[in-house]
């Protein structure tokens, strides 16, 4: 019986089991300024595996839809590129002959090289175009250890009851351990045979490590969000607002050091006053630089930060009030998130509210 592996097994069995070009389209990297990152799945907090450089071939079977890449040389778009090794590319930054299919719920996959154990059972992600989070443990709130994207073939080693989940396949609290000892919501999961309950003798020795970026929380519990992040109306807006009232304790979205802690705003204005749409700039407003190259920064304070830079703060912990401080006409967090920082700046900003839920801590 053919046996499914991850993404990773894959792309390392690829090397030995070249796949037949004809079947592929091939096209070229154009990314003159740095290399491309190739990643595990369709977003770019997903784990990068290698780069190609500008001009590199590449050999595409298919493509997904993933987060909306709005810096490519070659277009604006939410494609990414499946490779024959089963890694992906943004399409924002790949020049080809003509149009890609889509992705099937499934991959082909060579036999593997180590048969898995005789009790596992396959499966596919089914989730859509947010990836699967597989955490360290049966509940949302585990730490998140990789992200999977729809389509993602899985070895399922066995099943162990903990968060209830509404997924796009069933209603369930049951979840999957994969074969590296991480869990996977079985509610996002396509797969034709359930799984055998989870025993002390399918159990990991040790638990997966957690990723060094660390957990992740809503800066504003309780508040929603507005989509808003380089909208039509406002395309340079690289962040979402999180409308709250004067006072509402903000705090840091994940561990790290205070960077920047910042007075914004136009000559003849205070920080210290209520702010206004005619009056520029972000305010009080403090920045926090992440493990993995990211930033989160956090605008509109109603005064000075409570934290001071070079300070080291865990998730979870209050770093100043929401205010009205700087461009704003009323009491809101403007919260951004940047990618490869430092610097931040536009050419880095991502969407925060795709991030948080994958990082498992969604704004409202």
Known sequence: MRKIMSVAALFLLTLAYPVDAQAASTATVVSPKRPLNVRAGSAVWTAP???????????IDCQVKGQLINQGSVRVTDLWDR??????VSDAWIRRGGAIPACGPAAPVAPAAVPAAANTTT?????????????TGPAHGAPLIAALADGTPLTLVCQ?????????????????????????????????????PCTAANQPVAA?????????????????????FRTANNPSHIGVDIMSFTGTPIHAASA???????????????????????????????????PGGIATLYCHMVRKALVQPGEQVKAGQVIGYVGSSGNSSAPHLHFE??????PTGPQNAIDPLPFMRTHGAPIG
């Open 49 to 59: 595996l290698r780069t190609l450089p500008h001009g590199s071939s590449v050999a």
């Open 83 to 88: 490779l024959t090794d089963g890694s992906y």
């Open 123 to 135: 499966g596919t992600v089914a989730s859509g175009s947010i990836p699967l989070k597989a955490r």
């Open 160 to 196: 162990q009851r903990g968060e209830n989940i509404v997924g796009t396949q069933r209603v369930t609290p049951m979840w999957n351990r994969l074969p590296e000892g991480t869990f996977v919501s079985d509610a996002y999961v396509r797969r034709t045979a359930t799984p055998p």
């Open 208 to 228: 997966p490590a957690a990723p060094a970026f660390g957990a992740w929380t809503n800066p504003l519990p309780g508040f929603r969000a507005r989509p808003g």
């Open 256 to 290: 790290g050091t205070v960077a920047e802690v910042v007075c914004n705003i136009e000559a003849g204005h205070s920080c210290d006053q209520t702010g206004s749409a005619s009056v520029g700039g972000c305010g009080w407003y403090v920045k926090i630089q992440h």
């Open 337 to 342: 998130v940047h990618i490869n920082a430092p």
